[in-house]
Nanobody, 122 residues
Framework: QVQLVESGGGLVQAGGSLRLSCAAS??????????MGWYRQAPGKQRELVASITRGGSTNYADSVQGRFTISRDNAKKTVYLQMNSLKPEDTAVYYCHSQLTAWGRDERDYWGQGIQVTVSS
């Protein structure tokens, strides 16, 4: 029932910007979001954490995107955003939205979006 839907990807030139959005739906009473974040995976590479934000608002970024990317959230809309500035070709990857939820104050559950392509040309 829980679903994460990404949007905002595409093709941009190096130095450009994109804003990714991830809307969560399908959960209500008994569920709370512990953390939401963005991962990415380039061809032939392992999936890596890009940025995350906890329920308390604490953020974490990969060193490779520090200072260029900003993660934010809108709790009312159950949406997390990733503002990507000064994009580089090495940022090219499929970006995945991730959410860890606590169900009924006990069980931690992880959910993933389908992924969205971000391509940065040089």
């Amino acid at each position: 029932q829980v679903q994460l839907v990404e949007s905002g990807g595409g093709l941009v030139q190096a130095g450009g910007s994109l804003r990714l959005s991830c809307a969560a739906s399908g959960f209500g009473f008994g569920f709370s979001i512990n953390v939401m974040g963005w991962y990415r995976q380039a061809p032939g590479k392992q999936r890596e954490l890009v940025a995350s934000i906890t329920r308390g608002g604490s953020t974490n970024y990969a060193d490779s995107v520090q200072g260029r990317f900003t993660i934010s959230r809108d709790n009312a809309k159950k949406t997390v955003y990733l503002q990507m500035n000064s994009l580089k070709p090495e940022d090219t990857a499929v970006y995945y939205c991730h959410s860890q939820l606590t169900a009924w104050g006990r069980d931690e559950r992880d959910y993933w979006g389908q992924g969205i392509q971000v391509t940065v040309s040089s």
